[in-house]
Nanobody, 123 residues
Framework: VQLQAFGGGLVQAGGSLRLSCVASGRTSSMNVIAWFRQAPGKEREFVGVTSWSDGRTYHADSVKGRFTISRDNAKKTMRLQMNNLELDDTAVYYC?????????????????WGQGTLVTVSS
């Protein structure tokens, strides 16, 4: 399985950005896909997760109401729409996938990781 995240960039506080993650390879058993982020000097943090098969989704409290995960099964693409961005949202954003059906926010439970895309929010 390969995951490729893209769409990061520089945006002003209050602005919007949309990230995408494309899955390829043997993805048949990878039913859960998620976004994490890591700011400089901090641990990797959960952002949100969704299920390919039934669309169950949940987001971290820190982004709830501002960020929205969506998926396009036909294109094997997951997106993260980020609105009303704040300075603290600056981070490298990673997409991650795991086998099975259980949604989780635990970093170590994910089997596959993309390379990350940098989001920088300026004042």
């Amino acid at each position: 399985v390969q995951l490729q995240a893209f769409g990061g960039g520089l945006v002003q506080a209050g602005g919007s950005l949309r990230l995408s993650c494309v899955a390829s390879g043997r993805t048949s058993s990878m039913n859960v896909i998620a976004w994490f982020r890591q700011a400089p000097g901090k641990e990797r943090e959960f952002v949100g997760v969704t299920s390919w098969s039934d669309g169950r989704t949940y987001h971290a409290d820190s982004v709830k109401g501002r960020f929205t995960i969506s998926r396009d099964n036909a294109k094997k693409t997951m997106r993260l729409q980020m609105n009303n961005l704040e300075l603290d949202d600056t981070a490298v954003y990673y997409c991650a996938g795991k086998n099975g059906n259980r949604l989780t926010d635990v970093v170590n439970e994910y089997d596959y990781w993309g390379q990350g895309t940098l989001v920088t929010v300026s004042s």
